[in-house]
Nanobody
Framework: QAPLVESGGGSVQAGGSLRLSCAAS????????LGWFRQVPGKQREFVAG??????NTLYADSVQGRFSVARAGNQLSLQMNNLKPEDTAVYYC??????????????????WGQGTQVTVSS
């Protein structure tokens, strides 16, 4: 599979904003969901947010609901992160699901990952 490439990570103070982008270059622009996961050392990777192949349905973790938003455009996915908190500090990974035209985002179906981008939020 063609790689998923993330960009846009960085450092910000609490309350600030960052925007991450994921490009699934070389892949079709439809048929699979795209999403974001994050991981901190010593913890399991956790689902953050995702969008179905057509952007018709999105899903957010409770911890980011109301602060983060995803937008899908073809084979690209962005993650707008507002009102960031220190606990949002993590490596963020773009991911693609292994489904086919799924109607809903199903975090357990994601099986293809990018290299990750670091997000650091200081208090």
């Amino acid at each position: 599979q063609a790689p998923l490439v993330e960009s846009g990570g960085g450092s910000v103070q609490a309350g600030g904003s960052l925007r991450l982008s994921c490009a699934a270059s070389g892949r079709p622009d439809r048929g699979y969901a795209l999403g974001w996961f994050r991981q901190v050392p010593g913890k399991q990777r956790e689902f953050v947010a995702g969008s179905t192949w057509d952007g018709g349905n999105t899903l957010y973790a409770d911890s980011v609901q109301g602060r983060f938003s995803v937008a899908r455009a073809g084979n690209q996915l962005s993650l707008q992160m507002n009102n960031l908190k220190p606990e949002d500090t993590a490596v963020y990974y773009c991911a693609a699901d292994t489904g086919y035209f799924n109607t809903y985002v199903q975090p357990w179906t994601f099986g293809s990952w990018g290299q990750g981008t670091q997000v650091t939020v200081s208090s």
